[in-house]
């Protein structure tokens, strides 16, 4: 059980984070405040904003090395973590189905967050190794539409999955494991979208590999897929591909997929379910193909518009232990996995599932605040590690843990 002097602090840092919200509920307005824009981007149709995400999170495992296994990105035991403080510059296309029309889009976060978003060639020379804090640029790309079609280039998000790199875009603080480790995030290519009909949207493009601004193998992946809405807006289906090898020589090719189900029962209740898959040749012991899917399952209620709820339920099955692995689940390194230390040469190798559950709410107390608290229990079931005989959470000693968790986000 938890330490009751950990409860307390809880509580005092959950008051400390709740009490700015509260002063500015009393000043509300009835519209959110954004920053001021300049006319010369105004001009042009570009909006400009962001956020800023903070929290804290506390492991009822107290681990030794304070950091809380794979969980992604509020990784760190009972220490203020600023995760997000971003800014955007954007211009949406919009045709209104014929003519021609420009756009684009450019992120920049420095945070915590940096960690889990690090992209081959750019973000890795920009920080140093062993930092905590970095900068990071999720998105820098040129849209032109023509018609029914866009087309992006550049660095852009990946289209797999619920979950995204935005915190303002998520309904809870921490992440899935699906999210965290069977997705390729951000990319480096070119994506079109073709809107077939008012239902369907056709997606097809080309990236350079996962999370990579420069390609390490010189093999283009595909990434594509198919997303339908329903007449009523109730519902949605999105199914999603990424294919190609990830490995320097370009010779173990990785296909990831995911299917997210959408449906608003009521005006205030829905559901999600999301199933992931993949397989990547020459992974596994042995040189073996490798593969794990899972099932993440939400619930999420609008109480009213200030108060919302949510449930969260994830399995995953990393059948050859090659998934759940890097920055969330070096528990043998000396100190925390991104301090330094050095990991088992075999990697990271949890050969079983993966359980999470997750429940939280939402209070919206002004336009511009967001505070969310959660409880989290995750735990393991599997072999240890097969190198240091070790599990994946509470320095390497147990299967399980709980973690207690509040973030707030400032939106402007």
């Known amino acids: 059980m938890i330490a ?27 519209q959110p405040w954004t920053l001021p824009q300049p006319r010369a981007m105004e001009s042009l149709g570009i909006r400009t904003g962001g956020w800023l995400q903070q929290g804290i999170t506390f492991n009822s495992r107290n681990p030794a ?46 945070g915590t967050d940096w960690r889990y978003g690090v992209t081959y060639g750019l973000e890795d020379r920009i920080n140093g190794a062993g930092q905590s804090y970095g900068l990071l640029f999720p998105q820098a790309y040129l849209e032109v539409a023509y018609g029914d079609l866009k087309i992006r280039g550049g660095k852009f998000a990946g289209i797999l999955g619920y979950e995204v790199v ?3 875009l998520n309904p809870f603080y921490s992440h899935s494991y699906a999210m965290s ?17 008012e239902q ?41 591909v990424s294919i190609g090898p990830q490995d320097p020589g370009g010779d173990h090719n990785r296909f990831a997929s995911s299917l997210v189900w959408k449906q608003k029962f009521t005006d205030r ?39 919302g709820a949510g449930l969260r339920m994830e399995w995953l099955r990393d059948a050859h ?45 002004t336009p511009n605040w967001v505070v969310r608290p959660e409880v989290r229990w995750d735990w393991y079931d599997g072999p240890a590690d097969p190198v240091n005989n070790e599990f994946p959470f509470n320095a390497g000693e147990s299967r399980d843990q709980m973690t207690f968790a509040i973030d707030a986000i400032l939106t402007y």
């Open 4 to 30: 009751w002097t950990r409860l307390v602090t809880f509580a005092a840092v959950a008051a400390l984070l709740w009490f700015p919200a509260a002063v500015a509920a009393a000043n509300a307005r009835p």
């Open 65 to 110: 090395d304070g950091f809380n296994g794979p969980i992604a990105t509020n990784d760190w035991d009972g220490e203020y973590q600023m995760n997000q403080l971003w800014l955007y510059f954007a211009r949406p296309t919009d045709t209104g189905g014929y003519g021609w029309d420009w756009g684009g889009h450019f992120d920049m976060t420095y």
């Open 166 to 168: 935005p915190a303002v």
């Open 181 to 197: 480790y069977t997705e390729p995030l951000l990319v480096t290519g070119l994506m079109a979208d073709y809107q077939l009909t």
């Open 200 to 240: 369907w949207l056709l997606r097809a493009g080309f990236h350079r590999g996962w999370m990579m601004w420069e390609d390490i193998n010189d093999t283009l992946d595909f990434m594509g897929g198919l997303h339908y809405t329903s007449y009523s807006g109730r519902t949605s289906l999105a199914y999603a």
């Open 269 to 307: 209740f829905e559901y999600i379910l999301q199933h992931n898959l993949g397989v990547e040749d020459g992974t596994a012991a042995g040189g073996g193909q490798a593969e794990w899917y899972g099932i993440n399952q939400y619930l999420l209620y609008t109480i009213n518009p200030k108060w």
């Open 321 to 365: 232990g090659t998934r759940v692995w890097g920055v969330g689940n070096m528990p043998w390194a000396q100190g925390r996995a991104w301090e330094g230390g050095t990991p088992s040469p075999f990697g990271n190798s949890f050969a079983g599932d993966f359980y999470a559950l997750t429940a939280g709410v939402q209070w919206r107390p």
